[in-house]
């Protein structure tokens, strides 16, 4: 079992920034690629970002290349997502997953095994 526990959301002016954090526990965090999700009210889970085990790799959707950037402390057991130039789009709640294989499949939910219960991002206009 891995635990996941997010952090960092709250409420910010377009064009600012937030770091989500998300701290895990029980087996090994290195063993893992660790997803960012997203989801609003009546849409479906939308993958953000996804990083490798060893952090090497990285893997964006197109919306938010350049503004979110995806990392992790294998020491700390934590992944975070850095995020700049922020936009009322991307108000949601954020969950970070846990994923045993890293391969084009990190998009999808279906391929993560631990989920977080998500931290609340809301960007103003």
């Known amino acids: 079992q891995v635990q996941l526990v997010e952090s960092g959301g709250g409420l910010v002016q377009a064009g600012g920034s937030l770091r989500l954090s998300c701290a895990a526990s029980?087996?090994?965090?290195?063993?893992?690629?660790m997803g960012w999700f997203r989801q609003v009210p009546g849409k479906e889970r939308e993958f953000v970002a996804a990083i490798s085990w060893s952090g090497r790799n990285t893997y964006y959707v197109d919306s938010v290349k350049g503004r979110f950037t995806i990392s992790r402390n294998n020491a700390k057991n934590t992944v975070y997502l850095q995020m700049n130039s922020m936009k009322p789009e991307d108000t949601a709640v954020y969950h970070c997953?846990?994923?045993?294989?890293?391969?084009?499949?990190?998009?999808?939910?279906?391929?993560?095994?631990?989920w977080g219960q998500g931290t609340q991002v809301t960007v103003s206009s």
């Open positions: 029980g087996r090994t965090f290195s063993n893992y690629a």
């Open positions: 997953a846990a994923d045993r294989v890293w391969d084009d499949r990190v998009v999808y939910t279906t391929e993560y095994d631990y």
